[in-house]
């Protein structure tokens, strides 16, 4: 049997980093059940669900004792969200499974995962800034204190600037980021890594980033709260730990507890700190305990001495999870005076994430002592600072998600840190408002916004010259806005190029300039003859039939009026609303046609939503239409995966290609439909048009070798199905032979070798020469391959198989994988499938002759690793053996046993055997197998160790008084002992332990209880006596 005194380290240790254990509960509610969670002072910054309706939130054991001692019922989704993480981390982080889906941005070359659950420690963010200053040291400063103080745990709290000239603090406009200010929200730090490494990398390659560095200061405090995030790190290595506040002693007793210390940072700013008990809480065991005083933290003073040194125009705090986007007013359901703005700027920020966006009391519910209210409403020490809260991530991933959605969750923040620096700029959002496909001369059409808070509001807008696209372009535009939000719309004349053939797709770039400031964005259009079937301006509803949509003035893109589900008001709960279009729309006689129509909405995001509906059976069925702007539905309410609007968008083009209903007759219909709770404004269109387009004639080529010197086939082709020409041309265009055809294509026959290109002329336009193409003909019967053979004649489900052939002779090699001749899978050398089944190919050579012999190859399947049977919870008192087993297929299985997460050395069988076991081999067991194809992960088995000694009270030994009030005596004849102190319910208030000691004093002030249990555990008893509390 081990020492005791190790087993009283573990036990020691424990009682250092006693924590709580976070369930993920769902709650009902109504306004009767938020008055009683406001009452609890329970955090309801990081919730999901539907406000008015339920709330999925991660809560201590003290939390769920508040809900259920204020009557509230809850179902619990999650029991412990801490293992949770871990085992999502281990799970996600070996198979290393990268989300590609929706990635947009190349990762930094820099970029690191960190060792715990993927995210970086803290001594690891502070090596990431380090090798950041090593390798750019003329974009970023050395990481440099942010204050004149430390932490509760005399920490340094570190900032960099990052800008053109980073060790001097130049007269520029300024930005601050910061994050990891709730220590349990890991991803807030993660993406800012992301984000600063993108920024480095991308200087002077990207011209938007090297300009916002050049005329920046952009600084970055990637961890306010560094004693949390490290005792994070101390109690779960492998992340998943639940810590949200800093590290101060409460109640000074000189031992830190989770019930009963630390401060929310986030409730300690001085602006409205207090302002009631909902938006922060009194009580040192809440998660929102706003401290003693404003400011009474080391860290809040520190931020708040940094920003006042500096000249902030706006900031990012950044948290985890809920996809929002936050702003001020937090303390009071009211608007800022620049709520105009602020909602502007949050629009821009969240464009891409399509994150919900409001004050906290419009999403979730009010909180003060926040940083965001008092970075823009303290403007006595400073002046206003537009501040931001993003709440990275989805309720899935909660506060640790895991390793595999990093990154993208990354890349869901790109546009929204990197909006924040362009506002600090003289940014201008320029939106094209002219058709996607337009006519030889006319005008394009743009929309110009200020957005940022810099410059004097002198613009120039600039379509750029370029001979291939433009013949003559207008001159510049001089625009003048002045303020924030300020609008205007203009246009520029144009004359495409005489090269421009219908159907003709080009590019050019506008340039917006103001002072040393310039933007250029690209802009796609096609050259089409166009011919507006259906026109609409939205003035009125004569051609629409509706009994509650109606024609507005209050909004629209061009005047006087667009169409709207709620003229005047939001749009109401339980709405299911229509408007359709009045008769038949006739494509019977249309070879390609377009729908094209303006529309602005704001809609509950992931709940209510409108759609484009289009009908071809005369309204009896209608089909949902994706256009530029829609997204695919999610939530309980909208319909999965269809395309709808949701969310907020002002005034732009949807453009939707008809092409797949040429030849119908089709309606159209708007709908929106809401739910039970949140009503927004609703959804605008303008402008309803339908254009019948008509490409460019054009013709294409394809040769048919034959068996013979002149047995050969050339097809021309033709885009129009119509009587015209054929000709077959030379390579240099001279006429070889024509043919007039009432078809879409003519064949050549019994031609020689030679190059050929064909065109196509119907008496009123004569297409283009098409490109060229090569006819050799078969002269001999081919001859079958020497071998065919697969680069891997046995492997694993899923696996890319290569199948090669030598030697052989034809026009073309053919694999089939019924049989010879028939199930043709693919053509050619090095030909590549997935494997899925066990399987056979033949392949051969083929021309114009004939075909050879074929050749076959086999490929079998490795069957994967698989746990059929798991190892088995078990319970033994100390000094008994216990035996785990495991069960699994798969080929050449190996297995390491684990321990909480760590190999056991030698510990390689199906089964593991301990003998002899004490209370330190208590824990969580686990075996990874792993084969050819694919490891698995056990499911966790936990073995309980418990004591076959008698609760015998050891001679000597007495508790004194009982009852007591203040203190406790415990004799203890000069015996290692471990004290614990339990509630009724069992669970731990005190654990303590005494070496060599004749009496043991214990302070029990801070116990709020009648009475508790008193446990004495020695090398050789366990003593439990019932201790009364007066």
Same mark, same amino acid.
């Given at each position: 049997?081990?020492?005791? =005194?190790?087993?009283?380290?573990?036990?020691?240790?424990?009682?250092?980093?006693?924590?709580?254990?976070?369930?993920?509960?769902?709650?009902?509610?109504?306004?009767?059940?938020?008055?009683?969670?406001?009452?609890?002072?329970?955090?309801?910054?990081?919730?999901?669900?539907?406000?008015?309706?339920? %709330?999925?939130?991660?809560?201590?054991?003290? &939390?769920?004792?508040?809900?259920?001692?204020?009557?509230?019922?809850?179902?619990?989704?999650?029991?412990?969200?801490?293992?949770?993480?871990?085992?999502?981390?281990?799970?996600?982080?070996?198979?290393?499974?990268?989300?590609?889906?929706?990635?947009?941005?190349?990762?930094?070359?820099?970029?690191?995962?960190?060792?715990?659950?993927?995210?970086? =420690?803290?001594?690891?963010?502070?090596?990431?800034?380090?090798?950041?200053?090593? %390798?750019?040291?003329?974009?970023?400063?050395?990481?440099?204190?942010?204050?004149?103080?430390?932490?509760?745990?005399?920490?340094? *709290?570190?900032?960099?600037?990052?800008?053109?000239?980073?060790?001097?603090?130049?007269?520029?406009?300024?930005?601050?980021?910061?994050?990891?200010?709730?220590?349990?929200?890991?991803?807030?730090?993660?993406?800012?890594?992301?984000?600063?490494?993108?920024?480095?990398?991308?200087?002077? =390659?990207?011209?938007?980033?090297?300009?916002?560095?050049?005329?920046?200061?952009?600084?970055?405090?990637?961890?306010?709260?560094?004693?949390?995030?490290?005792?994070?790190?101390? =109690?779960?290595?492998?992340?998943?730990?639940?810590?949200?506040?800093?590290?101060?002693?409460?109640?000074?007793?000189?031992?830190?507890?989770?019930?009963?210390?630390?401060?929310?940072?986030?409730?300690?700013?001085?602006?409205?700190? $207090?302002?009631?008990?909902?938006?922060?809480?009194?009580?040192?065991?809440?998660?929102?305990?706003?401290?003693?005083?404003?400011?009474?933290?080391?860290?809040?003073?520190?931020?708040?001495?940094?920003?006042?040194?500096?000249?902030?125009?706006?900031?990012?705090?950044?948290?985890?999870?809920?996809?929002?986007?936050?702003?001020?007013?937090?303390?009071?359901?009211?608007?800022?005076? !620049?709520?105009?703005?602020?909602?502007?700027?949050?629009?821009?920020?969240?464009?891409?994430?399509?994150?919900?966006?409001?004050?906290?009391?419009?999403?979730?519910?009010?909180?003060?002592?926040?940083?965001?209210?008092?970075?823009?409403?303290?403007?006595?020490?400073?002046?206003?600072?537009?501040?931001?809260?993003?709440?990275?991530?989805?309720?899935?991933?909660?506060?640790?998600?895991?390793?595999?959605?990093?990154?993208?969750?990354?890349?869901?923040?790109?546009?929204?840190?990197?909006?924040?620096?362009?506002?600090?700029?003289?940014?201008?959002?320029?939106?094209?408002?002219?058709?996607?496909?337009?006519?030889?001369?006319?005008?394009?059409?743009?929309?110009?916004?200020?957005?940022?808070?810099?410059?004097?509001?002198?613009?120039?807008?600039? *379509?750029?010259?370029?001979?291939?696209?433009?013949?003559?372009?207008?001159?510049?535009?001089?625009?003048?806005?002045?303020?924030?939000?300020?609008?205007?719309?203009?246009?520029? $004349?144009?004359?495409?190029?005489?090269?421009?053939?219908?159907?003709?797709?080009?590019?050019?770039?506008?340039?917006?300039?103001?002072?040393?400031?310039?933007?250029?964005?690209?802009?796609?259009?096609?050259?089409?003859?166009?011919?507006?079937?259906?026109?609409?301006?939205?003035?009125?509803?004569?051609?629409?039939?509706?009994?509650?949509?109606?024609?507005?003035? &209050?909004?629209?893109?061009?005047?006087?009026?667009?169409?709207? !589900?709620?003229?005047?008001?939001?749009?109401?709960?339980?709405?299911?609303?229509?408007?359709?279009?009045?008769?038949?729309?006739?494509?019977?006689?249309?070879?390609?046609?377009?729908?094209?129509?303006?529309?602005?909405?704001?809609?509950?995001?992931?709940?209510?939503?409108?759609?484009?509906?289009?009908?071809?059976?005369?309204?009896?069925?209608?089909?949902?239409?994706?256009?530029?702007?829609?997204?695919?539905?999610?939530?309980?309410? /909208?319909?999965?995966?269809?395309? %709808?609007?949701?969310?907020?968008?002002?005034?732009?083009?949807?453009?939707?290609?008809?092409?797949?209903?040429?030849?119908?007759?089709?309606?159209?219909?708007?709908?929106?439909?809401?739910?039970?709770?949140?009503?927004?404004?609703?959804?605008?269109?303008?402008?309803?048009?339908?254009?019948?387009?008509?490409?460019?004639?054009?013709?294409?080529?394809?040769?048919?070798?034959?068996?013979?010197?002149?047995?050969?086939?050339?097809?021309?082709?033709?885009?129009?199905?119509?009587?015209?020409?054929?000709?077959?041309?030379?390579?240099?265009?001279?006429?070889? /032979?024509?043919?007039?055809?009432?078809?879409?294509?003519?064949?050549?026959?019994?031609?020689?070798?030679?190059?050929?290109?064909?065109?196509?002329?119907?008496?009123?336009?004569?297409?283009?020469?098409?490109?060229?193409?090569?006819?050799?003909?078969?002269?001999?019967?081919?001859?079958?391959?020497?071998? %065919?053979?697969?680069?891997?004649?046995?492997?694993?489900?899923?696996?890319?198989?290569?199948?090669?052939?030598?030697?052989?002779?034809?026009?073309?090699?053919?694999?089939?994988?019924?049989?010879?001749?028939?199930?043709?899978?693919?053509?050619?050398?090095?030909?590549?499938?997935?494997?899925?089944?066990?399987?056979?190919?033949?392949?051969?050579?083929?021309?114009?002759?004939?075909?050879?012999?074929?050749?076959?190859?086999?490929?079998?399947?490795?069957?994967?690793?698989?746990?059929?049977?798991?190892?088995?919870?078990?319970?033994?008192?100390?000094?008994?053996?216990?035996?785990?087993?495991?069960?699994?297929?798969?080929?050449?299985?190996?297995?390491?046993?684990?321990?909480?997460?760590?190999?056991?050395?030698?510990?390689?069988?199906?089964?593991?055997?301990?003998?002899?076991?004490?209370?330190? !081999?208590?824990?969580?067991?686990?075996?990874?197998?792993?084969?050819?194809?694919?490891?698995?992960?056990?499911?966790?088995?936990?073995?309980?160790?418990?004591?076959?000694?008698?609760?015998?009270?050891?001679?000597?030994?007495?508790?004194?008084?009982?009852?007591?009030?203040?203190?406790?005596?415990?004799?203890?004849?000069?015996?290692?002992?471990?004290?614990?102190?339990?509630?009724?319910?069992?669970?731990?208030?005190?654990?303590?332990?005494?070496?060599?000691?004749?009496?043991?004093?214990?302070?029990?002030?801070?116990?709020?209880?009648?009475?508790?249990?008193?446990?004495?555990?020695?090398?050789?008893?366990?003593?439990?006596?019932?201790?009364?509390?007066?």
């Amino acid at each position: 049997m081990r020492k005791l =005194t190790v087993i009283l380290f573990i036990f020691f240790v424990s009682s250092v980093f006693s924590q709580e254990k976070y369930s993920k509960i769902r709650i009902k509610i109504n306004l009767d059940i938020i008055y009683k969670l406001r009452q609890t002072g329970i955090d309801f910054e990081n919730v999901s669900g539907k406000k008015n309706t339920f %709330v999925d939130m991660e809560l201590s054991e003290s &939390e769920l004792d508040k809900l259920t001692a204020k009557g509230i019922k809850y179902k619990i989704l999650i029991d412990d969200i801490s293992d949770f993480y871990k085992k999502r981390y281990k799970k996600s982080a070996f198979k290393n499974k990268n989300s590609l889906k929706g990635i947009k941005y190349t990762t930094p070359v820099h970029f690191n995962y960190g060792s715990m659950g993927g995210f970086l =420690t803290l001594s690891e963010v502070y090596d990431e800034l380090d090798e950041m200053h090593s %390798v750019y040291p003329d974009l970023i400063s050395e990481k440099f204190t942010a204050g004149n103080t430390q932490t509760i745990e005399g920490r340094e *709290v570190y900032a960099v600037r990052i800008s053109d000239n980073p060790d001097i603090d130049e007269d520029e406009p300024e930005v601050l980021y910061t994050a990891l200010i709730h220590a349990r929200e890991p991803e807030s730090m993660q993406q800012l890594i992301w984000f600063m490494w993108y920024l480095l990398e991308n200087y002077d =390659t990207d011209n938007e980033i090297t300009y916002l560095l050049d005329n920046l200061e952009l600084y970055f405090i990637p961890v306010i709260n560094p004693d949390g995030y490290e005792y994070n790190h101390q =109690t779960n290595p492998d992340g998943g730990g639940m810590w949200r506040k800093n590290k101060r002693d409460n109640n000074n007793n000189g031992s830190f507890s989770e019930y009963d210390d630390g401060v929310d940072l986030n409730r300690n700013f001085s602006y409205k700190w $207090a302002y009631d008990n909902d938006g922060s809480s009194p009580d040192p065991t809440s998660n929102t305990y706003r401290g003693t005083n404003a400011f009474s933290e080391p860290e809040t003073q520190i931020l708040r001495d940094f920003v006042n040194e500096h000249n902030f125009l706006l900031a990012h705090n950044h948290h985890t999870y809920s996809n929002l986007l936050l702003f001020p007013w937090g303390y009071e359901e009211i608007h800022t005076p !620049d709520d105009d703005i602020f909602r502007s700027f949050a629009n821009l920020m969240t464009s891409e994430n399509g994150y919900e966006t409001g004050q906290a009391w419009e999403i979730l519910y009010t909180v003060n002592g926040d940083a965001n209210d008092w970075m823009y409403g303290e403007q006595t020490s400073k002046p206003e600072i537009f501040a931001f809260t993003q709440e990275t991530g989805n309720s899935s991933d909660g506060f640790w998600p895991s390793q595999d959605r990093i990154i993208p969750l990354c890349e869901e923040s790109y546009i929204s840190n990197l909006y924040l620096a362009k506002l600090a700029t003289p940014y201008a959002d320029l939106t094209d408002l002219s058709e996607q496909f337009i006519p030889k001369t006319g005008y394009l059409k743009f929309n110009l916004k200020k957005a940022g808070l810099s410059g004097n509001g002198n613009y120039t807008l600039t *379509v750029n010259p370029d001979n291939n696209v433009f013949q003559s372009i207008g001159n510049s535009l001089n625009i003048y806005l002045p303020n924030v939000n300020d609008q205007k719309t203009d246009s520029v $004349a144009y004359i495409l190029s005489n090269d421009m053939q219908y159907g003709d797709e080009f590019t050019f770039t506008v340039t917006i300039s103001s002072g040393n400031y310039s933007l250029t964005k690209s802009f796609t259009k096609s050259y089409y003859n166009t011919e507006i079937i259906i026109e609409d301006n939205g003035n009125n509803l004569d051609n629409w039939i509706s009994t509650s949509w109606e024609a507005t003035n &209050e909004s629209y893109s061009s005047p006087d009026s667009s169409v709207t !589900d709620s003229k005047g008001t939001e749009y109401q709960n339980n709405a299911s609303t229509s408007i359709t279009y009045d008769g038949n729309i006739d494509l019977t006689d249309t070879d390609n046609a377009i729908l094209n129509f303006k529309a602005k909405w704001n809609i509950e995001n992931n709940w209510d939503y409108a759609q484009l509906l289009i009908s071809t059976d005369n309204g009896t069925s209608w089909t949902p239409a994706e256009t530029d702007r829609t997204n695919p539905g999610e939530g309980s309410f /909208q319909p999965t995966g269809e395309p %709808v609007y949701d969310g907020a968008a002002d005034w732009g083009t949807e453009t939707l290609d008809l092409s797949s209903y040429t030849g119908q007759n089709i309606k159209f219909r708007f709908e929106l439909h809401s739910d039970g709770y949140i009503t927004e404004d609703g959804f605008y269109f303008d402008d309803f048009k339908i254009i019948k387009t008509s490409s460019a004639l054009s013709a294409s080529i394809s040769a048919e070798p034959g068996c013979g010197s002149n047995s050969g086939k050339i097809t021309v082709y033709s885009n129009r199905n119509e009587n015209q020409t054929f000709y077959l041309c030379d390579i240099d265009g001279n006429i070889l /032979q024509q043919q007039t055809s009432n078809s879409d294509y003519y064949t050549f026959t019994g031609l020689p070798d030679n190059t050929y290109r064909g065109k196509t002329d119907n008496g009123s336009e004569t297409s283009r020469l098409s490109e060229s193409v090569q006819l050799t003909n078969d002269i001999n019967m081919p001859e079958a391959p020497g071998s %065919v053979y697969a680069d891997n004649n046995e492997a694993c489900n899923e696996t890319v198989v290569t199948l090669t052939y030598d030697g052989g002779s034809g026009t073309k090699f053919v694999w089939y994988n019924e049989s010879c001749g028939n199930g043709i899978a693919g053509y050619g050398n090095n030909f590549t499938f997935t494997l899925n089944s066990d399987t056979t190919f033949f392949g051969r050579w083929e021309n114009a002759c004939g075909v050879s012999d074929c050749k076959q190859v086999n490929i079998l399947t490795v069957p994967e690793t698989e746990i059929t049977e798991n190892p088995q919870n078990k319970n033994a008192n100390i000094g008994e053996t216990v035996n785990f087993s495991v069960t699994a297929e798969g080929d050449n299985l190996t297995y390491q046993w684990q321990k909480d997460g760590n190999d056991i050395s030698g510990a390689t069988n199906t089964n593991l055997t301990l003998n002899d076991i004490d209370f330190d !081999d208590a824990g969580n067991y686990s075996v990874k197998v792993t084969g050819t194809c694919g490891t698995e992960i056990s499911e966790t088995a936990v073995l309980s160790v418990s004591s076959s000694v008698k609760n015998l009270k050891p001679s000597k030994l007495n508790i004194y008084p009982n009852p007591a009030k203040e203190e406790i005596n415990i004799s203890l004849e000069n015996k290692d002992a471990l004290i614990e102190i339990s509630d009724i319910s069992g669970k731990i208030i005190l654990k303590q332990k005494f070496q060599n000691q004749e009496t043991a004093k214990i302070n029990i002030e801070h116990i709020n209880a009648d009475f508790v249990i008193i446990k004495i555990k020695t090398s050789d008893k366990i003593y439990t006596e019932k201790l009364i509390i007066k």
